[in-house]
Structures are given as structure tokens and as C-alpha cells.
Nanobody, 122 residues
Framework: QVQLVESGGGLVQAGGSLRLSCAASTRTFSTYAVGWFRQASGKEREFVAVIKGYGSVTSIADSVKGRFTISRDNAKTTVYLQMSSLKPEDTAVYYC???????????????WGQGTQVTVSS
């Protein structure tokens, strides 16, 4: 069982930045791909970014490309989502998820965190 804990969310003005962290409980963290998803009120959960377990291969959703980056520190068993040039439409609960696949859909992941709220004011 893998436990994931997100942190770093909050309230920020449009154009600002936040860095989300996803801390994992497992020593085999480096074997998992980790994805970030978000869910705005009344909407479906959508893919934001994913990073493979080893190396630095990543995929970023078109809606945030050029503004968000994903990275990981396997020694700290943590994945980061750096968010810049934030827009009000980025407001959502952000979730991290871990799995063995390389997925851009929620069903591709086995473990989920509890989520962290990001609110961008205009």
C-alpha cells in the first residue's frame, strides 16, 4: 500500500505561482509513475501532468503546457508540480496519483492522495 500526501495548495492571485508537493510513503517510489490531476467544482477529474518512475520523461496537458512543470526527487520520495502564470480557470482540487503504467486517465493509477485546494483569484 502506498500513501500519498499532497501539500502546497492555497490562494494566489492570477499570474502568481505555487509549487505542489506529493510525498509518498514507499521506499520503492522510484518504480512508480506519478501523475497530477485536478477537479474543479462540478467537473470531471482531468489530467495535468505525469512523470515516469526513472529518469525525467514527462507529459504535460496542453491546457497547462508552458506554465506547469513536473519533477521528482526519488531520494525524498516526492514529486513536485511547479505552477506559474496561474489563471482563475486553474482553480481546482489537485490530486497526485501513483501507478506502474504511463497514463493520462484516472483509471490508470492505483493510489491517490487526498487532494489539495488551489484557488486563483482574478
Amino acid at each position: 500500500q502506498v500513501q500519498l500526501v499532497e501539500s502546497g495548495g492555497g490562494l494566489v492571485q492570477a499570474g502568481g505561482s505555487l509549487r505542489l508537493s506529493c510525498a509518498a510513503s514507499t521506499r520503492t517510489f522510484s518504480t512508480y509513475a506519478v501523475g497530477w490531476f485536478r477537479q474543479a467544482s462540478g467537473k470531471e477529474r482531468e489530467f495535468v501532468a505525469v512523470i515516469k518512475g526513472y529518469g525525467s520523461v514527462t507529459s504535460i496537458a496542453d491546457s497547462v503546457k508552458g506554465r506547469f512543470t513536473i519533477s521528482r526527487d526519488n531520494a525524498k520520495t516526492t514529486v513536485y508540480l511547479q505552477m506559474s502564470s496561474l489563471k482563475p480557470e486553474d482553480t481546482a482540487v489537485y490530486y497526485c496519483a501513483a501507478g506502474f503504467g504511463w497514463a493520462v486517465v484516472p483509471s490508470g493509477y492505483d493510489y491517490w492522495g487526498q487532494g489539495t485546494q488551489v484557488t486563483v483569484s482574478s
